[in-house]
């Protein structure tokens, strides 16, 4: 079973701050993704990473996937209210046939105070 | 395009009934995924469904269980209810060619709770 460690699990910060959220595990991934959920609502996925070291920018977040594809964060900078919801890391892992699984993490709780 | 349906969005069940749970893809997706979601245990993978064959499944007991029809809607049925199946059951489609990098697109889930 393909674990992913998630971390801190929840984070209050004030309007303007700056946080990172970490997305660790021991296994290797092919890809993973970040989603954020909001209440009521189903997860949307913000962004993929695919090749080890790879970092991708979304306006004010940055994702980047570890150099061995088993680790991945996120950065926020000068968060806003707006930023406020469940962030989720998903590793996606082989399970033969060419089909993938999808394994989360428990998820970040961000709140922005304004 | 429309996004991924899912009914009921709410219900309430007793301890030993059944429920049965729809979900309608985004069209064009042939891949279904159910995950279970609660605060202690965050998203876990119930199954995965592509072209009417269940490719996938999570580590549930054999209460739960699902299908999908020709046109990729899908249902999922949870009999003899326990308390402890009480969570938000969400839905996610994907494309055949987004599927290799595992992108999900999700529903806005049926809220389950069982008295």
């Known amino acids: 079973t393909q674990l992913l460690e998630q971390s801190p699990q929840f984070l209050s910060i004030q309007e303007g701050e700056n946080l990172t959220v970490y997305c660790n595990s021991s296994s290797v991934f092919s890809s993973l993704q970040w989603y954020r959920q909001e209440p009521g609502e189903g997860p949307v996925l913000l962004v993929t990473?695919?090749?080890?070291?790879e970092v991708k920018k979304l306006k004010r977040l940055t994702f980047q996937f570890g150099d061995a594809r088993k680790d991945s964060s996120l950065h926020i900078t000068a968060a806003q209210p707006g930023d406020t919801g469940l962030y989720l890391c998903?590793?996606?892992?082989?399970?033969?046939?060419?089909?993938?699984?999808?394994?989360f993490g428990k998820g970040t709780k961000l709140s922005v105070i304004p | 395009k429309a996004g991924v349906t899912q009914t009921p969005r709410y219900l309430i069940k007793t301890r030993g009934q059944q429920v049965t749970l729809s979900c309608s893809p985004i069209s064009g997706h042939r891949s279904v995924s159910w995950y279970q979601q609660t605060p202690g245990q965050g998203l876990q993978f119930l199954f995965e469904?592509?072209?009417?064959?269940?490719?996938n499944k999570g580590n549930f007991p054999g209460r739960f269980s699902g299908r999908q029809f020709s046109n990729s809607r899908s249902e999922m049925n949870v009999s003899t209810l326990e308390l402890g199946d009480s969570a938000l059951y969400l839905c996610?489609?994907?494309?055949?060619?987004?599927?290799?990098?595992?992108?999900?697109?999700f529903g806005e889930g049926s809220r389950l709770t069982v008295l």
């Open positions: 469904y592509f072209s009417e064959t269940q490719r």
């Open positions: 996610a489609s994907s494309s055949s060619r987004g599927w290799s990098t595992g992108e999900l697109f």
């Open positions: 990473v695919v090749t080890g070291g």
């Open positions: 998903a590793g996606a892992y082989s399970s033969g046939a060419g089909s993938y699984q999808l394994t």
